[in-house]
């Protein structure tokens, strides 16, 4: 008999707020964007960094201050869920502006599910981003992992019939790295994971989208390799999980969560209806902490039960909110 995975009881005040060491703060810029911070005041993981470190600032976005019409109301940042282009365009540049950037220095991925990390380089003078040869995704020693029978956060979030209404620069690609300044690395999310990460020290950060299938296939442990590629320290590097769906709504059937913890240990849980759920972020954190992380952040927000955050599970068609980081100038 197969045995059940150990869960997490649900602590007090879980999903509410942001949580901070150092490494988040919290604040409101104006165009709906919450959870500003930068490595000025480092955690503990680099704690002490001279002179020779990188300041690096992290954004995760909100529904609110932007353009879009309903169900994308307002601040929209997905380019490809049916919301009107020019509406996403202009969510798009006011982001940007919230970050001191211009719009085309940030880089958008059409995100896929998978595992793929790829390294960029920008050329301020042209505008041009250089995409290097990513790190092929690596076989994970578990067994295939279904697609889950119901909507949310998988192959049905994201394979929906509708073009690319905004074009991103980098397609099929789950996470970007780089080591320039001035460059914004962007992640949308309405319900998956998203992962900012940076070692401050050597100047290299990064931005991932970790849903259940690449999650479970390791796309975390990739963005460690990709990220020590481009000259980061893994003991340097810290790694903020953003809004999603939390263990207490994400409800799969329990072979799926056997088979999810089976490739990501930690990640089982219970929800509020007393059925089997996974909680991804726990799962990751702890892959982060066993790779030599110390620096692991959560942002305990749930996408699916705060109003002011976008869940495809709860409410398909909607936005996307987005993760920015970047190391100003």
């Known amino acids: 008999m197969t045995p059940e995975p ?84 202009a969510n798009r540049a006011r982001l940007a502006a919230a970050a001191g950037l211009p719009p085309d220095h940030v880089v958008w991925m059409r995100q896929v599910h998978g595992t793929t990390v790829t390294p960029v380089t920008f050329a301020t003078a042209t505008a041009t981003v250089t995409v290097s040869a990513p790190i092929p995704a690596a076989p994970i020693p578990a067994a295939p992992i279904p697609a889950a029978p119901t909507a949310g956060d998988g192959p049905a979030v994201l394979r929906i019939e509708l073009p690319d209404a905004v074009p991103e620069r980098l397609p099929d690609t789950d996470g970007i790295v780089t080591a320039a300044t001035g460059v914004g690395l962007a992640v949308l999310v309405a319900d998956c994971v998203p992962m900012l990460a940076a070692d401050p020290v050597a100047g290299v950060i990064a931005a991932v989208h970790a849903g259940r299938r690449g999650a479970a296939a390791g796309i975390a442990v990739r963005m460690l390799e990709q990220m020590a590629a481009a000259g980061a320290s893994v003991a340097n590097v810290e790694v903020l999980l953003g809004p999603a769906i939390c263990g207490f709504c994400y409800e799969v059937p329990l072979q799926l969560q056997r088979d999810v913890v089976a490739a990501l240990p930690g990640s089982a849980s219970t929800t509020d209806r007393g059925t089997p759920g996974l909680d991804l972020r726990a799962g990751i954190a702890r892959q982060l902490r066993a790779a030599g992380v110390a620096g692991v952040v959560i942002d305990e927000r749930c996408t699916h039960t705060d109003p002011e955050l976008f869940s495809h599970r709860k409410a398909a068609p909607t936005g996307r909110l987005a993760g920015l980081i970047w190391m100003p100038n």
């Open 6 to 89: 150990a869960v997490t009881p649900r602590p007090a005040g879980s999903g509410l707020g942001v949580v901070g060491v150092g490494v988040v703060g919290v604040g409101v810029v104006g165009v709906g964007v919450v959870g500003v911070g930068d490595s000025d005041d480092p955690p503990a993981a680099t704690r002490g960094v001279g002179p020779g470190g990188h300041r690096v600032r992290r954004i995760f976005t909100t529904r609110r201050g932007g353009v879009s019409a309903a169900p994308f109301d307002s601040f929209n940042l997905g380019g490809a869920v049916g919301d009107d282009p020019a509406a996403v365009t």
